[in-house]
T-cell receptor
Framework: RKEVEQDPGPFNVPEGATVAFNCTYSNSASQSFFWYRQDCRKEPKLLMSVYSSGNEDGRFTAQLNRASQYISLLIRDSKLSDSATYLC????????????FGSGTRLLVRP | DVKVTQSSRYLVKRTGEKVFLECVQDMDHENMFWYRQDPGLGLRLIYFSYDVKMKEKGDIPEGYSVSREKKERFSLILESASTNQTSMYLCASISGNYGYTFGSGTRLTVV
């Protein structure tokens, strides 16, 4: 079983749609959670951290469910520029800063 | 903003060559990482360093070594390049619990 699992997609949605991505992780000791965005042939960039209480940044909302070891990302009012791959990322639950990356969910927003 | 610079965006090397990939960060971060990214496999940790001259193997260290002689510079060395090391190589650094900052990546092709 992969340590971080994501649906690879692609999710193909029209502009203005709301889309949600889910991710599960296997290590119950993980304490830090992130969503990264990666454009084609570019490096991953931090989109947002995910906090236990849930957090929002503009059109993006992240939720964490520790009991189910599940993280979600909701994108409202999708823009063409949101087309990218979204990586779910967790730490290893030890004292290091090593992170584990999911393989990503690809989003295509069409006009 | 933290800047992580990788010396080459694209590199083509021959089988058996010794290859050096350089990474420099400008924010005095202690922790630096080398990942490779392959389609369907996501990002996999090769090596990381938590201080000058301190290093630890990641999940896939075979065929690689690293050097960290100065805090700002973390080098990845392919001792004898092979075709299965054709990949995108990503360097990252981190301070605190705020997620990684990645370099722009080096796309290495071994022929």
């Amino acid at each position: 079983r992969k340590e971080v699992e994501q649906d690879p997609g692609p999710f193909n949605v029209p502009e203005g749609a709301t889309v949600a991505f889910n991710c599960t992780y296997s290590n119950s000791a993980s304490q830090s959670f992130f969503w990264y965005r990666q454009d084609c042939r570019k490096e991953p960039k931090l989109l947002m951290s995910v906090y236990s209480s849930g957090n929002e940044d503009g059109r993006f909302t992240a939720q964490l469910n520790r009991a189910s070891q599940y993280i979600s990302l909701l994108i409202r009012d999708s823009k063409l520029s949101d087309s990218a791959t979204y990586l779910c990322v967790v730490n290893r639950g030890d004292s290091s800063y090593k992170l584990i990356f999911g393989s990503g969910t690809r989003l295509l927003v069409r006009p | 903003d933290v800047k992580v610079t990788q010396s080459s965006r694209y590199l083509v090397k021959r089988t058996g060559e010794k290859v050096f990939l350089e990474c420099v960060q400008d924010m005095d971060h202690e922790n630096m990482f080398w990942y490779r990214q392959d389609p369907g496999l996501g990002l996999r940790l090769i090596y990381f360093s938590y201080d000058v001259k301190m290093k630890e193997k990641g999940d896939i260290p075979e065929g690689y070594s690293v050097s960290r002689e100065k805090k700002e510079r973390f080098s990845l060395i392919l001792e004898s390049a092979s075709t299965n090391q054709t990949s995108m190589y990503l360097c990252a650094s981190i301070s605190g619990n705020y997620g990684y900052t990645f370099g722009s990546g080096t796309r290495l092709t071994v022929v």
